[in-house]
Nanobody, 113 residues
Framework: VQLQASGGGLVQAGGSLLLSCTVR????????MGWFRQAPGKQRELVAGKSGGTTNYADSVKGRFTISRDNAKNIVYLQMNSLEPEDTAVYYCNVRIAWKNFWGQGTQVTVSS
């Protein structure tokens, strides 16, 4: 299983970005998916996660970020609106398939003030 993340970049505060994570090579269903981020000098944190009918967001992004999935295309999305400089980080996608976790390579998001 391979995950390819894309969509990061440089954006001004208040702007939007759509991150995509394409999942290739899977033969079993995706049981959970999530987006994490890691800022310089900080630990990796969960931004948004979805498992079954439950969706969770970090308090700092609630109301601004939305995680979703296109089942037909095997793509997991993270729509990010009203971006803030504090959202600057490397963003990683993660999926769980057959009780194993798989990670994408990370995509840089930089929000300027």
């Amino acid at each position: 299983v391979q995950l390819q993340a894309s969509g990061g970049g440089l954006v001004q505060a208040g702007g939007s970005l759509l991150l995509s994570c394409t999942v290739r090579g899977r033969t079993d269903p995706i049981s959970a998916m999530g987006w994490f981020r890691q800022a310089p000098g900080k630990q990796r944190e969960l931004v948004a996660g979805k498992s079954g009918g439950t969706t969770n967001y970090a308090d700092s992004v609630k109301g601004r970020f939305t995680i979703s999935r296109d089942n037909a295309k095997n793509i997991v999305y993270l729509q990010m609106n009203s971006l803030e400089p504090e959202d600057t980080a490397v963003y990683y996608c993660n999926v769980r398939i057959a009780w194993k976790n798989f990670w994408g390579q990370g995509t840089q998001v930089t929000v300027s003030s």
